[in-house]
């Protein structure tokens, strides 16, 4: 084949009566509401046994010992995994081979690191007998006083934040910009710690056969977890075999594999039959990950036209006290704000819990409401409108770097979402503005961004004879409706209907997809398909092309074009031929072909990638109580080429109420005394339930970013968070003038503040 032959369709943005863009319902949502969908926990193996684990209620000591005799009597309990009596590992769980391996508490000894961390493991007949037989081993401690907080010890400079990024970051001249200020403001920022809650718990059904393992488990990442899984026990990657269809929740908590999952393979090896592992919704609070507590330092400089001088944005951050995961909460302040000088720096403490790891917008989440609230405080400091204080100050390029991107898709994020809330009625002052009830009403708002990310994945595409398609790729759906988007890119990739191609994924023997994480996987997998169907209708075309008996012969330079099943010539499209009658003539039952999707170095080398937005929020407070609502909110996003709006939307909302959680809802409360977190339930750890959501109104503003990738997507998952949390905590001080900087934001605060005043 010759190069001019090309794929089905430039992607450019023409539709052709594409699946791209359009607003299909999701391909698995009938199996979800019918109860026929099959989660990890539903699979029940033959001989199946059930494991539980027993979880330390102390948060650093030793365990001095464990019961397990009377564990074993009872009836029903096979076995009972504890540091003494364990399978033997290939490889110690404290060893970190590459960035992504953390540290995992497999009964390597009696040590306790954190409260909830397994201490055992009982295995029984039955679920309530392995309960039981949990409740039987009456640990007994020898106690260490926890270090909780971020006031627990001497803090430090970590070497990196996030996953490899600098600590510090500085990008201009800091005491000149401030020199040159003539408005300044200084502003400590508190954020909460923050647990993941997926309606689906870790979960992990692990069978051996001999030296391969078969699991069902819910995975963001399942080639990674191969990897992980198959050092731990000393086998290779290729012999285990992860079942991940569906997947109840994640937001990254599931993009690695976690010590929980692996204690159920060792449970199973231990006891040579298929295992089950749950984890308890209190067992969560631990040893799955969390978005760590921050205390952020934010000084701004602006001269008197209210243009920024100097951002200096500090953050200080826990990790745990044996592994290194650093939230890069000052990042944030990297790419919105076109500042002449700008510094970001991080320390941390060590403390005892969990390693904080990747919880929904990493570091941007943190940060952004920190620093939304304090270009607010700016504004207001500057006596200018806050919108008008941010498209006077937004950045054109981004201002670490220099590199330009599309800045001008959130001029109109900023102007269609302002219209469409009434922005333009706002009253500068706070406290200035009523409802018939005689609450105070507030209007706030945040610009959000989050980085278009793109990892490596892999897809392979196949032509059948009946002149059907099928794509396949081991990519992963935490319920926002992956599939359904990555099908529609695969119909538009072979030149099908969307009903003529069968879409495969959710198993590690399909290609390496990647890891679901960063609102990167529509990206990446959507390029790994796009090239796969590029290749396979090449193949296609060369079958054609060089066949005299077809239409299609000698179309080499003029090129062909895949549509409905045919492949059509560029200069003549009255000559086409089906795909059936391509491969019959061939006599071929099947071709198929394999694509990868990754970023361009070289792209990436001269633009910087993100997605913008502005989100508006109105709050109505209680001028006597306190009580706080968010009565309205309003986004506009613009993130690339949009697959399919209806579930980009529905993604949309989510992280808009995300972020209204984080301003308003969401804290894990620890005793100090004990180092316990004391609302590890969903009663007490508060988070938005119907009647707390508002009317919401998402706007996507259309963006063509060719640089990104060949499609233009960018990711949604994330960035609804990080200008919404922003916009309803400046709302709030909008609608009492009192600026609450420790969220979420309590009735407490505003009642001290002294809201009741005239």
């Not at 670490?400 to 469409?420: D, I």
């Not at 796969?532 to 062909?560: C, Y």
């Amino acid at each position: 084949m010759t190069s001019e032959i090309h794929l089905t369709r430039d992607p450019a943005h023409l539709r052709h009566g594409s699946s791209i863009g359009q607003p299909l319902t999701r391909t698995d949502g009938v199996l979800k509401v019918t109860g026929k969908a099959r989660y990890a926990a539903d699979n029940h193996p033959p001989g199946m046994l059930y494991a539980v684990i027993a979880t330390s209620c102390i948060a650093r000591g030793r365990v001095k010992s464990l019961d397990v005799a009377a564990a074993k009597r009872h009836a029903g309990v096979v076995d009972v995994m504890t540091p003494t009596h364990k399978p033997r590992l290939a490889e110690d769980p404290d060893a970190k081979g590459n960035p992504f391996a953390f540290r995992m508490e497999l009964l390597q000894n009696d040590e306790v690191r954190y409260a909830n961390q397994a201490i055992a493991v009982v295995i029984a007949e039955t679920l309530e007998a392995a309960t039981e037989g949990a409740a039987l081993l009456s640990p007994r401690y020898q106690v260490e006083i926890a270090r909780v907080g971020l006031d627990a010890g001497a803090s430090y400079a970590p070497p990196v934040v996030g996953i490899g990024n600098p600590a510090e970051v500085v990008h201009g001249d800091i005491d000149a910009g401030f020199a040159a200020a003539s408005k300044q403001i200084d502003a400590t920022y508190e954020t909460p710690a923050q647990y993941h809650n997926a309606m689906e718990p870790h979960a992990i059904v692990a069978v051996w056969d001999g030296d391969r393992l078969f699991i069902d488990t819910p995975s963001q990442g399942m080639a990674m977890a191969q990897m992980r899984i198959g050092g731990l026990f000393g086998i290779p990657p290729g012999n285990i075999h992860i079942n991940s269809p569906f997947l109840g929740g994640g937001f990254g908590s599931k993009g690695l594999v976690s010590g929980p999952q692996v204690l159920g393979i060792m449970a199973a090896k231990l006891v040579g039959r298929p295992v089950k592992l749950v984890l308890r919704r209190s067992q969560m609070y631990g040893p799955v990950g969390h978005r760590a507590p921050t205390r952020q330092r934010l000084r701004i400089g602006a001269d008197n036209d209210g243009v920024l001088t100097a951002i200096d944005h500090h953050a200080k951050i826990t990790t745990s006290s044996f592994d290194d995961f650093y939230e890069p909460a000052a990042d944030a302040s990297h790419t919105l704000y076109a500042s002449p000088a700008i510094r970001t720096s991080h320390e941390a403490v060590r403390v005892d819990t969990g390693t904080p790891l990747f919880m929904r917008a990493p570091g941007e989440a943190t940060g952004s409401i920190a620093l939304e609230s304090a270009i607010d405080e700016m504004a207001f400091a500057c006596h200018v409108d806050p919108l008008a204080f941010r498209l006077k100050n937004y950045a054109e390029v981004e201002p670490t770097t220099g590199k330009p991107f599309s800045s001008k898709a959130l001029r109109q994020c900023y102007a269609k979402g302002a219209e469409r809330f009434g922005w333009a009625r706002r009253q500068l002052p706070p406290r200035q503005m009523r409802d018939g009830d005689g609450h105070l009403v507030g209007w706030g708002m945040g610009t959000a961004t989050f980085p278009a990310l793109m990892f490596q994945g892999n897809a392979r595409a196949v032509i059948r004879a009946d002149g059907g398609g099928a794509m396949e790729t081991g990519a992963h759906d935490m319920g926002q409706g992956a599939w359904t988007a990555l099908a529609q890119i695969s119909a538009d990739a072979l030149g099908l209907d969307f009903d003529q191609v069968a879409f495969r994924s959710g198993t590690s023997d399909l290609p390496d997809a990647g890891i679901a994480g960063g609102s990167a996987h529509t990206a990446t997998v959507g390029a790994a398909i796009h090239s796969a169907g590029a290749a396979v209708i090449a193949k296609l075309a060369d079958l054609a092309t060089s066949d005299e008996r077809s239409p299609l012969f000698g179309a080499g330079n003029g090129g062909v074009v895949a549509r409905q099943g045919r492949l059509h010539r560029r200069d003549d499209e009255t000559r086409s031929e089906g795909y059936a009658d391509i491969l019959a003539r061939a006599g071929v039952a099947e071709i198929d072909a394999s694509g990868t999707g990754a970023a361009d170095p070289a792209a990436q080398s001269q633009y910087a990638m993100h997605a913008h937005g502005a989100v508006f929020a109105e709050v109505k407070v209680d001028p006597d109580l306190g009580q706080i609502r968010v009565t309205r909110m309003v986004g506009a996003f613009a993130a690339g080429r949009i697959i399919n709006p209806l579930m980009v939307r529905s993604q949309l909302y989510g992280g808009m109420i995300w972020g209204m959680s984080f301003a308003l809802h969401e804290e894990a409360v620890t005793d100090h005394r004990s180092g316990r977190i004391l609302n590890a339930n969903l009663a007490e750890y508060h988070v938005p339930v119907n009647a707390d959501v508002p009317p919401m109104d998402v706007i996507t503003v259309d963006e063509h970013d060719p640089h990104v990738n060949a499609l233009g997507i960018k990711g949604v998952g994330e960035i609804g968070i990080t200008g919404s949390a922003g916009a309803v905590a400046n709302a709030v001080w909008h609608a009492t003038g009192i600026r609450v900087r420790r969220f979420p934001i309590r009735i407490e605060e505003l009642v001290m503040g002294n809201i009741t005043r005239d």
